[in-house]
Each structure stands twice: as C-alpha cells, then as structure tokens.
C-alpha cells in the first residue's frame, strides 16, 4: 500500500463511525424523557391513574372537572400519568360531542405569573376560530387573562390546564384566577380544571387560605417505584432495541440500580439508553451488565458535576461537610450539630467565612429541594427535644472525586489526599 493510498483507507474507517449501522437501538425515542407510552406501556401505576380520571372524568360530558394535585418525588410517574389521562379525557369527550382543551405549562420554564398565562393562551388559542394571535411579548398580564377567557369561551366547553412542577410558579395568583374564572363571571360557558404537578408534598401548604378554599382539589400521592414496578417499566420500554440484545439481566440490573436510591422511573430509563449508547459505542452485539455499570458510574458522575457547577462556594462548602462526615464516619445520616462543626472546620481550612448555623441550615434546605439530601425531624426522647436528621442521597465517594478534580477547595489543598477531615479516609 503506498503512502497515498493510507489517507483513503482512513478516511474510509472514520466515515464508517458515522454511519447507520446501529445493532442496538430499532426506536432509540421510545427511551426520551418526553416519550408518552400507549396505555399497554404505562405500569405499575394504575390505581393513580384511576383516581385521576374518575377526578377530571366529568369534564367527558361537558361537566366541571375537580381540581386535582399530583405529589410525588423526581421519577415517579406523576408528569406521564397526567398527560396520558387528560389526553384520554380529550379523546372521550370527542366521542359526546364535547370540545375539551388541553395544555401542559412547564412551570419550571414559565415560572411567573405572566409567563404561565401567556403560554396557557398562547397554547390553546386557535386563530381560525378566534380570528386573533397572541403575541409573545408587549401585553400585560392582564390583557393575556383577557384573552385567555375569550379563547377558552370562543373554542372549549372545558379546558385542563396542567401544571407542571407547579412549586417553581412565582405566587399564587394563577391558581386563584383559574379556580374562580366561572364564579367571577370571567367565562361564560367554559370550565377549568387545573391539575398541578409538586415534587414536594407541603407545597399545599403554603398557599393562601383563599385559595385552597378556591380549589377544593383532590390530592393523589404517587410513592417510588419499588424494584417490581421499576424491571415492568424497563421491560415495557424493550421495544426501543432490537429484539435480542436486551437480557433479563440487564434489565434487573437497571431497575436494582435505580430502586437502591430514589425508585427513580426517569432514572432507570435513562441508565438503560446510556447502556445501550455505550454498547453502541463498543461496536456490541448486545448490552451487558458492564455496559449498565459503567452506564451508572457516568451517570452518577455527570449529575454531581452539573449540580456542583451551579452551586456556589458556601453551598458547595455545606455538602463537603456532609461528604466529609460520610466518608470518615461510613454512614450518611447526620445532626445538625455534626454539620455544622464539619462546615467550620472546612471554612478554616479554605480561608472562607463561616456563615451562620441558620444560614448554613437554609443552604442544607437547598440541597434538599436539588434530592441530594433529605433532611427529617427527629424526636430525641425525654429531655432533649427535636432535632434535624441529615441523610446524604447521593455517593460520597462520587461527590468527593469532583470536588478533588477542581474548584477552590483543591486548589486550597483541601484534598482526600491533604485534608485532616479526610485523613482517615
């Protein structure tokens, strides 16, 4: 072969990494976050799903749906099992000779009160019917309700406007305007019926009286996937590869991975891609534990690395401490009290000023809403009260390999290798 000829040869290999030949995935999109699965693809989560229809079900023949909140942690079916049923609603109520809208507002997106109702009515509005557009800027909020009330009377017998992740919504004056438009005279014969969407359990309560009195909704609760629920979920999702490069394993190994830390639906799902992307990467013939593994390790990895990126150096300097804890003492629950000596003595080291305890308590809350930590309140028996419990969710191990490879605190030398609080590690 002469010189000449090596380029072509090459430049043939690296074309071939470009190319189609993919043996893993047949319909890759059956795993984005986004994908909603047709009802013989949607488990483990029937009773809720039942109990949300049987809420919104009335709207079916034009009737007031009740208000309705899903609560549940990141992963837990609460966003699919939302869209899948008010788009069941629409479809039934076609059958009765009722138009019902439908808009899922994205709250950590639109997360004013302006932004919220501006995306609802630009989402629902039809210009062919209501001979208007709705601009994207220069209204005011309350030109856009206007122009909401107009479209939902002008297209809809009843409208279900989701909200999703509802607790990042700035106020809660939106709810209060949907809840009431009917009584208030603001639609003449359209409905509402808002279904919210928290991660967080208490977000009902810190909503003004006035508007929980508006609401009246129904509560459903979804808990996490247990490891059961979790192998039927990733095994609905088996069709997004070819038809033997998936073991029972592989998917076992997926659903304990997940269910071992927060019975994650989302998680699980995206560690089988990254599985199967890594297989496809190694040229494979199929998935293997390995590639699920590995797939976990960078997963991990990334999520640390994205959450550390925004964060700034005191919260960073309050989950070291945590960390710290974790990886010196070998368990991940801790008191306050622990804490906050582990995070003084870390400011020491680092040449930081150490922040107030209520501070550092409001910083730990923080990492909390992020699920890196769950902090409960413990009773600690006769004589000395209640206190907090803080239980690291994520590795440490993980944790302390990022904070090792950047940031002030290596550069100070705050290392596993240099730090007395890790010495012992």
Same mark, same amino acid.
Not at 102 to 117: G, I, L, M, N
Not at 214 to 232: A, C, M, N
Not at 342 to 358: F, G, H, M, N, P
Not at 378 to 394: A, I, Q, V, Y
């Given at each position: ?23 893993i ?21 029937n ?42 609603i ?16 994205d ?24 001979g ?12 856009y ?8 009377d002008?297209?809809?017998?009843v409208?279900?406007? %989701?909200?999703?992740?509802? !607790?990042r919504?700035?106020?809660?004056d939106?709810l ?27 977000y ?40 033997d ?15 071992e830390?927060?019975? !994650? ?22 998935v293997?534990?390995?590639h ?8 991990e ?8 990126a ?8 309050t ?10 003492e ?8 622990? %804490?906050?000596?582990?995070?003084e ?23 909390? *809403? ?33 904070? !090792?490879?950047?940031d002030? *605190? ?16």
């Amino acid at each position: 072969m002469t010189r000449h000829d090596e380029p072509v040869e090459n430049a043939s290999a690296l074309d071939d990494a470009f190319g189609a030949r993919d043996r893993i995935f047949s319909q890759k999109e059956r795993l984005d976050v986004g994908y909603v699965p047709g009802p013989a693809n949607i488990v483990a989560r029937n009773e809720e799903i039942r109990r949300l229809a049987t809420a919104l079900n009335p709207a079916v023949t034009g009737e007031a749906p009740s208000n309705v909140f899903l609560y549940g942690k990141t992963g837990t079916g609460k966003s699919l099992c939302a869209r899948y049923a008010t788009a069941r609603i629409v479809e039934a109520a076609v059958e009765h000779g009722v138009s019902v809208g439908r808009v899922v507002v994205d709250c950590s997106q639109e997360d004013t009160e302006t932004r919220a109702v501006r995306a609802t009515v630009r989402a629902l509005n039809d210009p062919d019917v209501t001979g208007f557009a709705v601009p994207e800027t220069g209204l005011g909020r309350s030109r856009y309700y206007r122009l909401l009330w107009q479209v939902l009377d002008a297209q809809f017998d009843v409208a279900l406007v %989701v909200l999703d992740e509802i !607790d990042r919504l700035e106020g809660d004056d939106l709810l209060m305007q949907l809840s009431r438009a009917a009584e208030t005279g603001k639609l003449d014969r359209c409905s509402v019926g808002v279904v919210g969407i928290s991660n967080r359990i208490k977000y009902r309560n810190r909503l003004e009286e006035r508007v929980k009195s508006s609401l009246q909704e129904r509560e459903i609760v979804f808990t996490p996937y247990d490891r059961r629920g979790l192998h039927e979920i990733i095994r609905s999702r088996a069709d997004a590869f070819e038809g033997d490069v998936l073991s029972d394993d592989v998917v076992s190994e997926c659903a304990s991975l997940a269910a071992e830390e927060h019975g !994650d639906a989302r998680k699980a799902i995206n560690l089988l891609r990254h599985a199967g992307e890594l297989a496809t990467f190694d040229d494979a013939d199929a998935v293997t534990v390995d590639h699920v593994q590995r797939a976990d390790n960078l997963a991990e990895r990334d999520r640390v690395e994205a959450l550390l990126a925004g964060a700034t150096t005191q919260q960073k300097a309050t989950l070291l401490a945590v960390v710290s804890l974790a990886l010196v003492e070998k368990t991940r629950t801790f008191e306050t009290t622990e %804490v906050y000596a582990a995070y003084e003595d870390i400011c020491a080291e680092v040449s930081l000023d150490a922040l107030s305890k209520r501070r550092v308590h409001d910083l730990l809350r923080e990492w909390e *809403f992020l699920e890196v930590l769950e902090i409960t309140r413990t009773g600690g028996g006769r004589g000395r009260g209640s206190f907090l419990r803080h239980r690291l969710l994520e590795d440490p191990s993980v944790i302390r390999s990022v904070f !090792d490879e950047s940031d002030r *605190f290596a550069r100070a030398g705050f290392t596993s290798e240099t730090n007395t609080t890790w010495s012992n590690i």
